[in-house]
């Protein structure tokens, strides 16, 4: 199934997600991997014509058309939004569609009518609106895969790899519900999956404290000794090689960069402030411990720039590359 197309989800109707399918279709060359978009044509046709895009839709019903159309317009299988959609003004009244987008990817991956997802960022605010009742794409995705499937957020660039060990919670809670058990399980996910996914023979973990300085031995912090080293122990002890726990702040600057292949960083912001400050475009996020591979632009819905032209395609671009290759190498290992 490598060669199918890839299901792109058009995320938040309001947001770039539309424009930056369409601006990547524009811009295609014989090595764009081959994709469809799941959003409805009309729609897609005024975004094109208020940016000024001159493409070619083809409207499909069945995904196995898309790669047969790709090099001469931009597939779009046909989902309905009962809201007009009005760039840069979120309406909850199409959340469910939204949603339900993400859902005929993941059946039509899983079906072989598809080779990945390929999700556009949605605006999760409005989505909680609607009655959407998980965090963001990364839980909701594992929740269609089955009952225990553990999801592990990646952010992968050229530059750096990391992945948040806790995700979308309140920073006051991330030292309890950051435990020795969730750290290993992380970090075993991940190591498979750079292995499996970035043929990576032996990866190089390295862990971040939680606290300044990793605790500097108990003074700044307790979490460090107690729930993160009993991590990093457990795993060597496995074979994984694991480091840690290291001071965050001298963690990134690029001699340390050149010493793993992935940082696993406590929470959401200690990790993903670094990749998008050295490579927001080059950026790709990708959930991990699927049964299908998942790739998304890192960036998020860029309201303000939906619907003008600005919003550049970069990543996008980066996340159906790495999805084709992620793909194709799972196809080869089969
Ligand atoms: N995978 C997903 O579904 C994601 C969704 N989000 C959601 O997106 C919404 C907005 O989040 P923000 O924090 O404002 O982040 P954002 O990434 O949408 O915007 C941050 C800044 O980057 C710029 N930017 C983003 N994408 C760009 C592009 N393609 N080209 C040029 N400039 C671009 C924006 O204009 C803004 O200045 C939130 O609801 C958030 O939850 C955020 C990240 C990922
Ligand atoms: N900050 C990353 C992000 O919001 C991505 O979330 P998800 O929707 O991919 O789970």
Redesign the pocket.
Known sequence: MSDAPLAVTP??PA??GVD?ALGLWAVRTAETPAFFLIDDPERVAARARLLGIAAALTPIDDPREAVTAFPNALPVLRHAFPAQSVPGRPDPANGPATVDAITRAVALVRAGDAAAVV????????LYQAGFAHP??TEYLAALSGPNVVPVMLLASPELKVVPVTIHIPLAEVPRQLTTGKIVTTARITAVALQRDFGIAQPRLALAGLNPHAGEGGALGREDGDIIAPAVAALRAEGIDARGPLPADTLFHEEARATYDVVLGMYHDQVLVPIKTLD??GGV?VTLGLPFVRT??????????AGTG???????RAAVELARAMSRRRATAQ
């Open positions: 995320g938040e947001g770039v930056l999700t556009n960022p949605i605006q999760k605010e409005t963001g794409h927001f475009w996020n998304s632009p890192d960036h998020g819905t860029a309201l303000t720039l600005k919003a550049r395609i970069d990543s996008l």
